[in-house]
């Protein structure tokens, strides 16, 4: 069955950088879009990015560019989302999406 696991969420300083990745499997992964969304306390779930299958195109929230990158690994079926100079305002758990499926989250934490 389709599996997405998200890692790599933490505490972490404003300014400060993470990388997020979502390993994905039960399905064939370079064939989708895949997104990362995130959603803070109280609010509802936006998108942050997302990367087309193959040709790597992206799309980004106003919020984050110029701030993360997105990116895939086919082999690995695998997408990274790579933030830096984190925000307060970033803090909220990180989904990623494919298809209908989600993960479970990665809780990000930006405070001092």
């Known amino acids: 069955q389709v599996q997405l696991v998200e890692s790599g969420g933490g505490l972490v300083q404003p300014g400060g950088s993470l990388k997020l990745s979502c390993a994905a499997s039960g399905f064939t992964f370079s064939s989708y879009v895949v997104s990362w969304y995130r959603q803070a306390p109280g609010k509802e779930r936006e998108l942050v990015a997302q990367?087309?299958?193959?040709?790597?195109?992206?799309i980004y929230a106003d919020s984050m560019k110029g701030r993360c990158t997105i990116s895939r690994d086919n082999a690995k079926s695998t997408v990274y989302l790579q933030m830096n100079a984190l925000k307060p305002e970033d803090t909220a758990v990180y989904y990623c999406?494919?298809?209908?499926?989600w993960g479970q989250g990665t809780q990000v934490i930006v405070s001092s």
């Open positions: 990367i087309i299958r193959s040709s790597g195109r992206a």
């Open positions: 999406k494919i298809m209908d499926y």
